[in-house]
């Protein structure tokens, strides 16, 4: 069991990126704030880490972010407009999307750095805490969220969990791979993890997901590590390291992945989750019926 001065409360949501893959359409729109269905791909990213019981949420964000944090924040004239013609539940749907007091922080990545640097940038917020990372782009249809689903093993075993999905024998080349180290269930033991291994080499088919909860003794690995892939300053890296001298466990949760960072992902997770809404599926069907 961890004790409470380890429980989980922090999340870092590294916001920064350009969102290159899915140009042009983010030109002046961040990708985090693109639509999936009515609402922007992080409104389901801060739905599922406050399901968690997060507390404090970072952005780590960059320049031509500015609509991130303003989404989060009151809109008075469009807000008066609501109430003025009735429309209540768009408003209270509005509002109960807003940060709390002292919720949220933003702090900048002034260099395009990697994702390893983007969370070192959260150091003095988080302080000596766990915490945990979601990628924003990264939308996991599940129940419960996939971050819940880490916290529950986190608040069992302590350590650093990380999230894992099962990808085709054939695509492990394209993800950072986790090494097992035995398993039990949904949980997996980790001894090591390979970024993008060769084809036919990879210790086995668990990806990682975009969903970690770490120990902030990670902070300091960060500041001194040497640029790896891409030359960016890894995470995975950053992790490998920290395995030295802390437990790592895998979690398969259960739930199904959308990269919203890529065109067809986006479409497909406009589509998925569209035929799900009880309001919207049997129109979302019918309109996709008629195209095809």
Known sequence: MTDQSRRLRKAVLPVAGLGTRVLPGTKTTPKELLNVVDRPILSYIVEEAREAGIEHIVFVTGRSKGAIEDYFDHQIELEAQL?????????E???????????MSFTRQMQPLGLGHAV?????IIGDEPFAVLLPDVIVDSQPGALKQLAEVYAEVGGNVIGVESVPETETHKYGIVDPDGRAGNRIVMKGMVEKPP????????????????????????????????????LTDG??????TQTFTAVEYQGVTHDCGDKIGLLTANVALALKRADLGDAARKAISALL
Request: one cysteine or more.
């Open 93 to 103: 749907a509005m509002i109960a999307e807003l940060a709390t007091a002292g919720e």
């Open 83 to 91: 109430l003025a013609k009735g429309k209540t539940e768009i408003l």
């Open 199 to 234: 084809r036919g080499e990879a210790p086995s088919n668990l990806s990682i997901s975009g969903r970690y909860i770490l120990q902030p003794e990670i902070f300091g690995i960060l500041e001194n590590q040497p640029r790896g892939a891409g030359g960016e300053i890894q």
């Open 239 to 244: 992790m490998a390291q920290l395995m030295k």
């Open 120 to 124: 070192w940038c959260a150091r003095d």
